[in-house]
């Protein structure tokens, strides 16, 4: 069987190449982290059949961080398999360095050099100067992908083994006399007149809030909530249908009950919620395929090590706005152990698509006004915190910089039907990945809300297990105003997956897939989950802050040890705690109209602010000139 390896710098196209040759839809995009494992697929492309592998980008065989070592450890464990070498033509020097490394160390290689319609190359004098097949490629085409596999499966080519290894000097020199037959336009490619508004000094933050900013108006505002309301009325209609059928065929109470207030009550809120997800998603996708969001990374990356982390750490925390778990697989991207786990750190903080439901119950329950405005300054108070987080986490680790290195595409316009599709993939595997944990979940639910501890069908809600159970924790969150049993079931649930909360809260006030009427529920005193204004910004903070589901605690624990996930996890929890204490004791405050103690209170926090600053300066003045200069470290008067 033909046995090919994919391999070559990030953001090359091999995972699109992947994509074309074996019919998948795996994710692509222009970081690092897309692709941190090998990817392992067979494929049956015209007379061609076998097995192909997809590895992390790298850039030389030298590895340094764990994901390019994934790379070099499968390809050399693999020796006998044919390798295709995925080179841009618009990064001929960078990317061929690569390609010159694996033929020395006895690779049968082949270049496919995609993306090279504005470059002019001579490939028969190319091939000939490297002594390497070199095929143009066109990733997104099946008809460039049949090409390319049967130069690389029918055509023999001997391999040169350089047993002297070559230096880096001398790889270089080849390339340099290589490149000669290479005539590149006279723009740099992946410059843009836009950028000079991207990364101005003054005004690259200001438009990147602004860009959020506007993300969210459509996904939270008239847009979202219109597609949200046709899918609940819709859901509402199908769940009716089926609670009629149920009438009609004499089911059994309890399994009607189980049926209708469990399975239906959980997956229906969920799924009403998807079109707001979609549209984030979508806009995302959007961002990512013209070229901004990589820009980001490169306007980030100063402000960023500032507080130890890079520019590659911003690529991880948007992925956490998908799902944390996912995004926590990504940090073995950055080569410093202790940047991964600063990025570790901050990644709960980038609320993820199940964490969205919740905002949007709570907003239209007590702020329907301002929903989408508070939940923007959710995402952005939830940043400025992991942002605090992560400075004060490498202050005390004292963590050194790094290089960072990305691939810098155009600012060009994908087609609406890529983009689409994209946005689609990652809410179907949304779906996928939550689907069979929220069905269980819901069963579980109804179990310990309907069942008595001898598992007799409970006449009350007092005689369930579950608020036997509730009320044991329930003192514990007294102090943030979330010792309602039912309340407090909602946020255990969530540790298992977040979107079990919303899910809890339905099952709990007997609502079945009508969003406005569970919204109504919870400011209703009469109903079994029942918020008040205080504790409803508890809830939501608690809901920000606390520890991501038990899926992304498990990653962190596979890939920085289990000590420091367990840390991660008592740490989230201590911190939404805490926060969430505050914000329920000035919410009351400020309620009941007793402004001066909060502005006094407020007045406080911050005298003791300056007098801690100051002490810091102080603390970091030069002896020699008492002050004068700016630090020790600059003072000519030792």
Same mark, same amino acid.
């Given at each position: 069987?033909?046995?090919?390896?994919?391999?070559?710098?990030?953001?090359? +196209?091999?995972?699109?190449?992947?994509?074309?040759?074996?019919?998948?839809?795996?994710?692509?995009?222009?970081?690092?982290?897309?692709?941190?494992?090998?990817?392992e697929?067979?494929?049956?492309?015209?007379e061609?059949? +076998?097995?192909?592998?997809?590895?992390p980008?790298?850039?030389?065989?030298?590895?340094?961080?764990?994901?390019?070592?994934?790379?070099?450890?499968?390809?050399?464990?693999?020796?006998?398999?044919?390798?295709?070498?995925?080179?841009?033509?618009?990064?001929?020097r960078?990317?061929?360095?690569?390609?010159?490394?694996?033929?020395?160390a006895?690779?049968?290689?082949?270049?496919?050099?995609?993306?090279?319609?504005?470059?002019?190359?001579?490939?028969?004098?190319?091939?000939?100067?490297?002594?390497?097949?070199?095929?143009?490629?066109?990733?997104?085409?099946?008809q460039?992908?049949?090409c390319?596999?049967?130069?690389?499966?029918?055509?023999?080519?001997?391999t040169?083994?350089?047993?002297?290894?070559?230096?880096?000097?001398?790889?270089?020199?080849?390339?340099?006399?290589?490149?000669?037959?290479?005539n590149?336009?006279?723009?740099?490619?992946?410059?843009?007149?836009?950028?000079?508004?991207?990364?101005?000094?003054?005004?690259?933050?200001?438009?990147?809030?602004?860009?959020?900013?506007?993300?969210?108006?459509?996904?939270?505002?008239?847009?979202?909530s219109?597609?949200?309301?046709?899918?609940?009325?819709?859901?509402?209609?199908?769940s009716?249908?089926?609670?009629?059928?149920?009438?009609?065929?004499?089911?059994?109470?309890?399994?009607?009950s189980?049926?209708?207030?469990?399975?239906?009550?959980?997956?229906?809120v969920v799924?009403?919620?998807?079109?707001?997800?979609?549209?984030?998603?979508?806009?995302l996708?959007?961002?990512?395929?013209?070229g901004?969001?990589?820009?980001?990374?490169?306007?980030?990356?100063?402000?960023?090590?500032?507080?130890?982390?890079?520019?590659?750490?911003?690529?991880?925390?948007?992925?956490?706005?998908?799902?944390?778990?996912?995004?926590?697989?990504?940090?073995?991207?950055?080569?410093?152990?202790?940047?991964?786990?600063?990025?570790?750190?901050?990644?709960?903080?980038?609320?993820?698509?199940?964490?969205?439901?919740?905002?949007l119950?709570?907003?239209?329950?007590?702020?329907?006004?301002?929903?989408?405005?508070?939940?923007?300054?959710?995402?952005?108070?939830?940043?400025?915190?992991?942002?605090?987080v992560?400075?004060?986490?490498?202050?005390?680790?004292?963590?050194?910089?790094?290089?960072?290195?990305?691939e810098?595409?155009?600012?060009?316009?994908q087609?609406?039907?890529?983009?689409?599709?994209?946005?689609?993939?990652t809410c179907?595997?949304?779906?996928?990945?939550?689907?069979?944990s929220?069905?269980?979940?819901?069963?579980?639910?109804?179990?310990?809300?309907?069942?008595?501890?001898?598992?007799?069908?409970?006449?009350?809600?007092?005689?369930?297990?579950?608020?036997?159970?509730?009320?044991?924790?329930?003192?514990?969150f007294?102090?943030?105003?979330?010792?309602?049993?039912?309340?407090?079931?909602?946020?255990?649930?969530?540790?298992?997956?977040?979107?079990?909360v919303?899910?809890?809260?339905?099952?709990?006030?007997?609502?079945?897939?009508?969003?406005?009427?569970l919204?109504?529920?919870?400011?209703?005193?009469?109903?079994?989950?029942?918020?008040?204004?205080?504790?409803a910004?508890?809830f939501?903070?608690?809901?920000?802050?606390?520890?991501?589901?038990?899926?992304?605690?498990?990653?962190?624990?596979?890939?920085?040890?289990?000590?420091?996930?367990?840390? *991660?996890?008592f740490?989230?929890?201590?911190?939404?705690?805490?926060?969430? *204490?505050?914000?329920?004791?000035?919410?009351?405050?400020?309620?009941s109209?007793?402004?001066?103690?909060?502005?006094?209170?407020?007045?406080?926090?911050?005298?003791?602010?300056?007098?801690?600053?100051?002490?810091?300066r102080?603390?970091?003045?030069?002896?020699?000139?008492?002050?004068?200069?700016?630090?020790?470290?600059?003072?000519?008067?030792?």
């Open positions: 069987m033909n046995s090919i390896i994919l391999i070559g710098n990030p953001n090359t +196209g091999k995972t699109t190449l992947f994509n074309t040759i074996t019919g998948k839809n795996n994710r692509v995009g222009n970081w690092h982290g897309i692709t941190v494992a090998e990817a697929s067979k494929f049956s492309l015209a061609f059949s +076998g097995q192909i592998v997809d590895l980008g790298i850039y030389s065989l030298a590895s340094f961080s764990p994901e390019e070592k994934v790379a070099t450890d499968y390809l050399f464990s693999h020796k006998n398999s044919k390798v295709i070498c995925i080179c841009d033509a618009n990064s001929l960078r990317n061929l360095l690569l390609a010159i490394e694996l033929k020395n006895g690779f049968f290689v082949t270049i496919a050099m995609n993306m090279a319609k504005e470059v002019n190359i001579d490939y028969k004098k190319l091939q000939e100067l490297l002594q390497i097949k070199v095929v143009p490629i066109d990733a997104r085409k099946k460039s992908a049949i390319l596999l049967k130069e690389t499966i029918l055509v023999e080519q001997p040169c083994h350089d047993k002297k290894s070559a230096t880096i000097e001398q790889i270089f020199g080849v390339i340099d006399h290589s490149l000669s037959v290479v590149y336009p006279q723009k740099t490619y992946g410059t843009s007149k836009l950028d000079k508004f991207f990364y101005n000094k003054f005004l690259s933050v200001p438009i990147f809030l602004v860009i959020m900013l506007a993300i969210f108006w459509i996904t939270f505002g008239p847009v979202g219109f597609l949200t309301g046709l899918v609940s009325n819709a859901f509402s209609f199908f009716d249908r089926i609670n009629d059928g149920l009438i009609k065929i004499s089911i059994s109470p309890w399994a009607h189980l049926i209708t207030g469990g399975i239906l009550s959980g997956v229906g799924v009403c919620f998807l079109p707001q997800i979609v549209l984030l998603n979508l806009c996708s959007f961002l990512e395929d013209v901004y969001l990589s820009r980001v990374a490169f306007m980030l990356d100063g402000r960023l090590k500032k507080i130890g982390l890079s520019g590659k750490s911003i690529m991880s925390i948007l992925l956490g706005l998908g799902c944390t778990a996912s995004a926590m697989l990504t940090i073995r991207a950055l080569d410093s152990p202790q940047k991964r786990k600063n990025t570790a750190l901050v990644l709960p903080f980038a609320s993820c698509n199940a964490k969205l439901p919740i905002y119950l709570i907003c239209s329950a007590f702020f329907v006004k301002y929903k989408f405005l508070i939940v923007f300054g959710l995402y952005l108070f939830s940043i400025i915190l992991g942002v605090v992560s400075y004060v986490a490498s202050k005390i680790s004292k963590s050194n910089s790094e290089h960072f290195i990305m810098m595409p155009p600012i060009r316009w087609s609406p039907k890529k983009t689409i599709k994209n946005a689609l993939f179907l595997d949304f779906l996928k990945r939550v689907g069979a929220i069905i269980l979940c819901s069963v579980v639910i109804w179990v310990l809300s309907n069942l008595t501890f001898s598992f007799a069908y409970a006449s009350k809600t007092e005689d369930s297990i579950l608020y036997a159970l509730s009320h044991i924790l329930s003192p514990v007294a102090p943030v105003g979330l010792n309602r049993p039912t309340i407090v079931v909602a946020l255990l649930t969530g540790m298992s997956a977040k979107e079990m919303v899910a809890s809260l339905s099952i709990s006030n007997g609502i079945v897939g009508d969003l406005n009427a919204a109504v529920s919870l400011s209703n005193p009469a109903s079994s989950a029942f918020f008040s204004p205080s504790s910004i508890s939501l903070m608690f809901v920000l802050l606390y520890s991501p589901c038990f899926s992304a605690i498990i990653v962190a624990g596979k890939e920085l040890g289990k000590k420091f996930a367990c840390f *991660m996890f740490f989230q929890f201590a911190l939404a705690y805490s926060i969430s *204490m505050v914000a329920y004791f000035v919410s009351n405050l400020l309620i109209g007793r402004w001066i103690e909060v502005l006094s209170i407020a007045f406080v926090l911050a005298l003791a602010m300056l007098v801690v600053i100051k002490y810091k102080r603390k970091n003045l030069c002896k020699a000139c008492k002050g004068q200069c700016y630090g020790a470290v600059y003072c000519n008067r030792k």
